[in-house]
């Protein structure tokens, strides 16, 4: 699942904007799309549980928390400096409790919508990455 975050977080720091981190635009892309499928409501149950499961391997998120529309508050506020050379290198500036964060949630996902479904959600938010051979039985790419 690592290496997806990783994908995404990748397609969303060569996307250009730089006013808020890639993880909280992949997280705020992630919740427009689900929002739309689930409700605001739902969508904030599977952030809160997602957040709670990476705070037990990421104690640094503790300062985070999903607000009751779903918002992320506390992980938006930091800034990231996008290095080409460090991203094309497989290099992110994305901690690695953000990396968990979306890595549980999106392990969420495909542990209640399915990997059809899943990935299909990732394609219709992300239309020009590709999610070809990913596999979320062992999580990469096949």
Request: glycine letters at 10%.
């Amino acid at each position: 699942m690592r290496e997806l975050v990783q994908d995404l977080l990748a397609y969303e720091a060569f996307a250009g904007e730089t006013s808020n981190s890639a993880t909280f635009r992949v997280y705020e892309k992630l919740r427009q799309g689900l929002g739309r499928f689930a409700g605001v409501i739902g969508f904030q149950t599977l952030a809160s549980r997602a957040l709670a499961l990476a705070r037990s391997e990421a104690p640094g998120l503790s300062a985070v928390r999903v607000s009751e529309e779903g918002a992320l508050v506390g992980l938006g506020q930091i800034e990231h400096q996008f290095d080409i050379d460090k991203i094309q290198a497989g290099e992110f500036p994305a901690s690695d409790g953000e990396i968990i964060f979306i890595s549980r949630l999106l392990d969420l996902l495909f542990l209640f919508l399915g990997e059809a479904l899943t990935l299909s959600l990732l394609r219709i938010t992300w239309p020009g990455a590709t999610f070809e051979g990913f596999s979320s039985e062992n999580g990469r790419k096949a």
